[in-house]
């Protein structure tokens, strides 16, 4: 399950389940404690191509392998250029 499609919930952080949290863990990307919910994915340094913000209600992408957070363009760019890799 390397890369993982998210509605982001606001442009610092979005709430996650139990099965993400060892991988936020692994970015260093796990944060706790709020009242709001029990876990989060912080993603506030938004795309880690180009910088830009994740706004709340878009969806991005979190690459459970290398912790990087992508905006849904840069993750489908990504995606295609590994599958034209893979021919």
């Known amino acids: 399950m390397p890369v993982i499609r998210i509605e ?23 944060e706790t404690g709020r009242k709001e919910g029990r876990y989060f994915l912080k993603h506030a340094d938004g795309c880690g191509v180009d910088g830009r913000r994740i706004r709340p209600g ?16 840069h993750a489908r760019e990504q995606a295609e250029g590994a599958s034209a890799e893979s021919e």
């Open 8 to 30: 982001a919930d606001s442009p610092e952080r979005t709430q996650i389940g139990e099965g993400l949290v060892r991988f936020a863990v692994q970015a260093g990307r796990l």
């Open 58 to 73: 878009d969806p991005f992408a979190f690459d459970t392998e290398s912790g990087d957070i992508l905006c849904i363009e």
